[in-house]
């Protein structure tokens, strides 16, 4: 699990040093307004559906690293707090979403389901994790149809393989708009998971380096 790092100013040099985890609740609570009580509940909530997720994935054949619940709210509630500063509306990102498709199963059950195949829970699961892939994609999947007809007609019965494999191509686009010096679209918004579309980059898929990076953590 990563620990999120921000930077000061120590004697007159920069230096990176560890978010607290009393700084990352007030950062979460500050961005979505809620109470002590409301954080209780949310986050519990929250975890659950993070572990359901990441359970789903490893039992269909993708590498998992187990992330920290409040890490992850945090990385949210930088990009809203950020949103907010700019007047510009939040845009979930395409994990919080997938993540949020999830339900709160406890951990024997989101375990059973994740295995299952073919039962209405299972189903109703992968519809779900498909359908919020769907959604998240859409522009990236506007701006690279070719690209994106070919990831669903090899992984679109895994939505688990399917995820990781879209945005493994996502990264590819923004490491070439990076060397371009075009990562930022018109909108100010920077391209993450794949959710500005911008302009289409030609950018072929290596299959190879994909499926290797589907096994890695």
Do not use: C
């Amino acid at each position: 699990m990563t620990r999120p790092y921000k930077t000061v100013l120590r004697g007159g040099e920069r230096v990176r040093v560890p978010v607290t985890s009393k700084e990352m609740k007030a950062a979460i609570m500050k961005a979505n307004r809620w109470t002590d009580e409301q954080y209780r509940k949310n986050y519990d909530i929250f975890k659950l559906k993070l572990r359901s997720y990441e359970a789903y994935k490893k039992a269909h054949g993708v590498a998992v690293d187990a992330q920290s619940p409040v890490a992850v709210l945090y990385a949210q509630a930088k990009a809203k707090l950020s949103a907010q500063r700019a007047g510009r509306a939040y845009r979930q990102s395409i994990k919080m979403k997938t993540i949020q498709s999830f339900r709160a199963y406890n951990k024997k059950d989101r375990e059973r389901v994740a295995r299952e195949k073919g039962t209405r829970g299972a189903e109703a699961q992968r519809a779900s994790f498909a359908e919020a892939i769907s959604s998240a994609y859409g522009n990236f999947a506007a701006a690279h149809p070719e690209q994106f007809s070919q990831l669903m007609q090899r992984y679109g019965e895994n939505p688990a393989m399917l995820e990781k494999a879209l945005g493994a191509y996502a990264e590819r686009v923004k490491a070439a708009r990076d060397e371009q010096g075009a990562a930022m679209p018109d909108d100010g918004v920077p391209i993450q998971w794949g959710e500005a579309a911008g302009s289409p980059d030609n950018v072929n898929i290596d299959w190879d380096e994909l499926e290797q990076s589907l096994t890695e953590e």
